[in-house]
């Protein structure tokens, strides 16, 4: 039986691809102005860390780099982002099915509350666990075994949701069953090689699995 959703946040409930990509060319064309980064490359950064990603690509400064980024994040925010389509209804279902939702996201706590908060969608959430609230974040299983914790459920009582390899990852090193979404950057055949338990391709598609797998 379910009764908590973990969520992904960026490119599983919100489409900040726009943004991300943007962020992540304009600080890469500051420190490597004479580079051509690859749209693969580019990509390749969506899932890690932010510092993660400035320890692969400015290991000298990694602090700068990141805040490099978050600057040019926080200067485009609000014209790039936007909710998928489906997304809030499918959030109003499952809350009228008596579910606890999660946030689980690599972002740090401030950025996903502004995210939060400029798509309408914070208040339906009951616990965000961002990368500030962990010492490890996905893929490794400590950001799931965090919100069983603070909701005080068995591993079978959840399940992941979630665009990115890293999400699919921690919900299998976390013993919990997982659903990939196949509007994701990379792709349903993408994610598809890390085993999600299911792949949807419309938020409707999840409300009608959950309900399958038993709602308490």
């Not at 490099?68 to 009228?96: Q, S, T, W």
């Not at 996903?112 to 666990?129: E, P």
């Not at 500030?132 to 069983?148: N, S």
Request: glycine share 4%; net charge negative; with cysteine.
């Amino acid at each position: 039986m379910i009764k908590a959703v973990l969520f992904d946040l960026d490119g599983t409930l919100l489409n900040t691809n726009d943004l991300i990509i943007k962020s992540f060319t304009d600080t890469f064309k500051y420190y490597y102005p004479n580079r051509e980064f690859t749209y693969e490359e580019i990509i390749d950064c969506i899932g890690p860390t932010l510092e993660q990603t400035a320890m692969k690509y400015y290991p000298q400064n990694i602090s700068e780099m990141v805040e490099m980024y978050r600057h040019h994040y926080v200067l485009n925010h609000d014209g790039l982002i936007k909710i998928y389509p489906g997304i809030e209804e499918m959030l109003k279902a499952l809350k009228a099915l008596g579910l606890r939702l999660v946030i689980v996201t690599s972002k740090k706590r401030d950025m996903t509350l502004k995210a939060m908060k400029h798509t309408n969608i914070l208040d339906y959430f009951d616990y965000i666990i961002s990368s500030d609230e962990v010492t490890q974040p996905k893929p490794h299983q400590e950001p799931i075994e965090l919100a069983l914790k603070k909701l005080n459920l068995l591993k079978d009582e959840v399940i992941m949701v979630g665009d990115n390899s890293h999400d699919i990852e921690c919900a299998n090193h976390a013993s919990v069953k997982s659903i990939a979404v196949g509007w994701a950057l990379k792709g349903a055949d993408y994610l598809r090689g890390f085993n999600p338990t299911y792949i949807i391709n419309t938020a409707d598609e999840l409300v009608e699995i959950i309900k399958k797998e038993g709602v308490q």
